[in-house]
């Protein structure tokens, strides 16, 4: 009885000794891995490091988009409990408001826990927990997008999501850029609640703008009175440099873009060069230059303007004056819609069309901002002369504000065609990685561009455009009136779209100038509702840029 009481204990104990022995192998052996892997969990947790994203300068070094810091509270159970000997009251109390929690119970629940979140700190609150931060807490520092200029520059500047990653404008064109480097990787944690890591995450690069916010900001506030006074639907400016560089450019309504989830898609969408809309008047630059530059005209002609009414293939082709004869120049600078007509249909569609495309219009110019349109031009096989006939007038076709602009630089900066850009360069640490290069292709003769110049010239002058004068400056530019399609057919006889393309100075051009107003309110043509705020627009750039006025020319106060 004895011994086999003896053997079965005997038995019981080898039974014992043998699974405490398959314990120890699996767990330094077999599964050796994995609990390597939940120990160094345990001392060493995997945090989100994120790096800077990279600044966005405007051209005078004023910072237009940055990151600020913001701090998340962590904790640290197992050296809380092992090194603090305090009571730290006010924080634990601050901490248990703040974050409606109960953060001594969260210890004690979790003693061999290594790092716990509790959340972010609000600005006002980040020194005061510096000081008081108790052993076995700690802040990890991540980053905020912030946008100093907010509604002035939003549109071009665009905003990020929660992600860091950018969603509109500047912030999404060149996110690849400007993304810091986000990295998750172990961390050693001290007990005073400082990270010891392996390495830290690379920043992003910085922008440097064409844009001049001291102008921006000018544009932004002409464009907000002019929308008021003049109780439209939108108003769309843009002030471009010879070379295609933008110094300026918005449209309001417009938003805050650190609050963008205020606001509806159209006051974020980039309309100056995505909203399409009928130019009018401003789109003859196309026909006045084809015209000249092919040699069917030579400027010299008269043409009859039919005394205002014009029937042609079914329709009738209306004037504002009503004209009898006008010397080509003064077609242009009364802007008969009647004689633009004939202009284009005596070059017929062939000419027309090779220099409506070799303006760029019916295609992107290439601004590095995202969602631009291409515009919309009629199929040139199946045009018939009526189509002509209107779009010599920027009637039947689509474009957008940047394209008009394009088309006004040709002219500006002597006959070529030059790709508008926002961004001059990229750099970090010092070190320039990119540097914009300017790509101009000629589209036009020297002798087409000083006659186009001439015409324009002269609508400010003594043509539609007088309300662009400024005393001492000679300014050449163009009026448009255009009427807007109707979605039940044909066109609004209450919906009209005025604008005013201005080139400053005319003779030794630095500035193409662009406002378009939608759906004014009462008067409505372009060189009453746009013209004086172009003229406002160059008054201000003379006397920043300090460009001097001639004696010999005089124009209005």
Request: charged share 25%; aromatic share 14%.
């Amino acid at each position: 009885m004895k011994k086999a009481r003896f053997n079965f204990l005997f038995f019981i104990i080898i039974i014992g000794f043998s699974l405490v022995c398959l314990k120890a192998f699996l767990v330094q052996i077999a599964d050796n891995k994995k609990y390597k892997q939940e120990y160094v969990k345990a001392i060493e947790p995997s945090i989100d490091l994120q790096g800077k994203r990279g600044y966005i300068y405007d051209c005078n070094n004023k910072t237009v988009a940055l990151d600020i810091p913001k701090f998340e509270l962590f904790v640290d159970p197992k050296f809380y409990l092992e090194y603090n000997k305090l009571n730290n009251a006010s924080f634990i109390n601050f901490v248990n408001s703040n974050f409606h929690v109960d953060i001594k119970s969260i210890i004690e629940k979790n003693k061999d826990i290594r790092y716990i979140k509790i959340g972010f700190i609000k600005t006002k609150d980040v020194n005061w927990v510096k000081d008081k931060l108790p052993k076995g807490f700690g802040l990890i520092k991540n980053y905020d997008r912030f946008y100093p200029y907010a509604n002035n520059i939003s549109q071009i500047v665009g905003f990020c999501g929660n992600n860091k990653h950018g969603l509109e404008g500047l912030e999404k064109e060149y996110d690849i850029y400007l993304a810091g480097q986000n990295t998750k990787q172990k961390v050693k944690i001290t007990p005073y609640g400082n990270f010891e890591f392996s390495k830290k995450p690379l920043d992003g690069d910085n922008l440097h703008l064409t844009i001049n916010e001291d102008i921006q900001n000018y544009l932004h506030f002409l464009l907000k009175e002019t929308l008021k006074e003049r109780q439209a639907k939108m108003v769309i400016g843009i002030i471009a440099k010879t070379n295609g560089a933008i110094i300026a450019m918005d449209s309001v309504p417009s938003y805050d873009n650190n609050k963008f989830y205020d606001y509806n898609y159209g006051h974020i969408r980039i309309n100056p060069i995505n909203y399409l809309f009928e130019p009018g008047s401003v789109f003859k630059i196309v026909t006045m230059s084809s015209a000249l530059d092919s040699n069917t005209f030579t400027g010299n002609e008269t043409l009859f303007c039919e005394n205002g009414k014009w029937k042609f293939s079914g329709h009738v082709i209306s004037d504002v004056e009503k004209n009898s004869d006008l010397p080509f120049y003064k077609v242009f600078a009364y802007s008969s819609n009647i004689c633009s007509a004939k202009i284009a249909l005596k070059e017929n569609k062939e000419i027309f069309y090779k220099y409506l495309w070799a303006f760029g219009f019916g295609k992107k110019t290439g601004i590095d901002l995202p969602g631009e349109a291409d515009g919309i031009v009629k199929d040139y096989v199946n045009l018939k002369p009526f189509d002509l006939a209107t779009m010599a007038f920027g009637q039947g076709i689509g474009v957008s504000a940047i394209q008009i602009v394009r088309a006004y630089l040709a002219i500006a900066n002597g006959g070529y065609l030059v790709n508008p850009y926002i961004v001059d360069y990229i750099c970090k640490d010092r070190k320039i990685l990119y540097k914009h290069k300017e790509v101009k292709k000629q589209i036009l003769s020297p002798q087409t561009v000083e006659k186009v110049k001439q015409i324009l010239k002269l609508v400010v002058e003594e043509g539609t455009g007088t309300n662009a004068q400024l005393k001492y400056y000679a300014i050449g530019g163009k009026t448009g009136t255009a009427q807007v399609a109707s979605h039940k057919g044909g066109y609004s006889l209450n919906d009209y779209t005025g604008s005013f393309v201005g080139i400053f100075p005319i003779d030794k051009p630095q500035f193409v100038i662009l406002v378009t107003v939608f759906d004014p309110k009462g008067v409505n043509y372009g060189g009453e509702v746009a013209a004086p705020v172009v003229a406002k627009l160059i008054s201000m750039l003379a006397a920043y840029y300090k460009i001097e006025g001639d004696g010999n020319v005089i124009g209005r106060n």
